[in-house]
């Protein structure tokens, strides 16, 4: 070593020594030190070209990378307090199989043993699959069954052999002072439209404010009955429709609008029933006429609805409903309606009439700023046009003869006392 070293600085000395005169010092040579790990050979150089072959370039690589993983575990053993250094990276060539080392290979997963499915019969058989609810308008929900309802103790309608009643509440019932025993027939108060006014002896009637109808406090279920109407003042634009009307008579509509009442009209003496006008008289009442009503209903209680039952129930009326088998209207045979002027029959007008109970009925017309059209009723028993002959048909008799029927004599919690007409 001592003699390279000494080559080397003679070759260095003599080239400096063409630019820089050499100095006389001796050249002292270090004290050789104490080495316990030898150092590898040097490499054999190629002393014709000066390069290093490719056996000495890899040999001389694995050295150097073998000196710094020393030197990392020697720092890593030296600096135990501080951060540890990130872990060491290999190269790529080292993980890539080479063509001598074949990488591993596991079995074929062909020729492993198969695992046996367990026999489950639930899981055999298809599942249905569900079908989708497209409606939008119905709110999903989750719950699987319906909710069930807890017996109520005060619910006594779940009872057996308790019979269910379905109850309604009158919708308007008459006052006790419209009618009484001891009164005879009039107009009612009660079964009449807001715009008609009645007189203080309830026997003339005036409107105008358009067709609004009145009737009177009684009717007839069976039997021939008469009664009559004056026309006390028409004016220049008033009109009138007179005649009949069962209880379910539209009110707020003149005679004849409806199935349930039947009309006599002034203008051209035409019938009307439900809305409809037909030829009748060979001409119209007016002013200062008496219009007499006859009505003939043979044996008309057979025939007729049975009255609804009524019970009181926490100070309200109740009416019971009736089966619809019962409730069906009936007609009347041989039942008619004939309208006379002043004394003169004008032939038949409607006949086989639907069972129930019948009233005198009026209806009254003006234009705005006119003074009451005004009608007066005469329910007998002195009229001043009665008929002597009735087409054949039976002798009436007065309305004022009708017995008072209020709803008194209803059935009112299973008692009865209604008096027969």
């Known amino acids: 070593m001592a003699n390279l070293q000494s080559n080397y600085m003679e070759e260095d000395e003599e080239e400096d020594g063409q630019s820089k005169p050499t100095s006389a010092e001796p050249i002292t040579l270090a004290e050789p030190e104490l080495i316990i790990n030898p150092p590898p050979p040097p490499p054999v150089t190629d002393h014709l070209n000066g390069n290093k072959t490719e056996t000495e370039a890899s040999e001389d690589l694995s050295e150097s990378l073998k000196s710094q993983d020393n030197d990392i575990e020697i720092d890593d053993d030296n600096n135990d307090d501080e951060d540890p250094h990130p872990k060491k990276q290999k190269n790529l060539s080292s993980l890539t199989p080479t063509a001598s080392a074949p990488a591993f290979q596991g079995p074929d997963p062909a020729q492993l043993p198969q695992p046996v499915p367990e026999s489950n019969p639930a899981q055999q058989q298809p599942k249905k699959s569900k079908k989708k609810n497209n409606n939008v308008w119905v709110t999903k929900s989750t719950r699987k069954g319906k909710k069930k309802t807890k017996p109520n103790a005060n619910n006594n309608t779940n009872l057996p052999g308790e019979d269910k009643v379905l109850v309604t509440p009158v919708a308007r019932f008459p006052d ?30 005036g409107s105008t404010k358009g067709y609004r109808m009145v009737r009177a406090t009684r009717g007839v279920v069976e039997g021939a009955w008469y009664f009559e109407i004056r026309v006390m003042s028409l004016g220049e634009t008033g009109h009138t429709r007179l005649g009949w009307s069962n209880d379910k008579g539209d009110l707020q509509a003149p005679v004849g609008y409806d199935g349930n009442s039947f009309g006599y009209r002034d203008i051209d003496g035409s019938k009307v029933h439900k809305a409809l006008r037909e030829k009748y008289g060979e001409e119209g009442y007016k002013e200062g006429d008496v219009i007499g009503f006859y009505i003939n209903l043979p044996d008309g209680g057979s025939y007729a609805p049975k009255p609804p039952h009524l019970v009181w129930y926490k100070g309200q009326r109740y009416a019971t409903a009736t089966e619809a088998k019962e409730d069906d209207v009936k007609v009347v045979p041989g039942s008619e309606i004939s309208f006379f002027k002043n004394g003169v029959c004008q032939g038949v007008a409607f006949k086989d009439l639907y069972g129930g109970r019948y009233y005198p009925a009026a209806s009254m017309y003006t234009l705005p700023h006119q003074p009451n059209c005004v009608v007066k009723f005469n329910f007998g028993p002195h009229f001043e046009f009665f008929p002597e002959d009735f087409n054949g048909g039976p002798m009436p008799k007065p309305m004022a003869e009708v017995p008072y029927h209020g709803f008194e004599n209803r059935t009112e919690n299973g008692v009865s006392n209604e008096k027969n007409n």
Do not use: F, N
């Open 176 to 205: 006790k002072s419209d009618d009484t025993p001891e009164m005879t027939i009039c107009l009612s108060k009660v079964y009449k439209a807001e715009k008609v006014e009645v007189s203080d002896d309830r026997m003339s009637a």
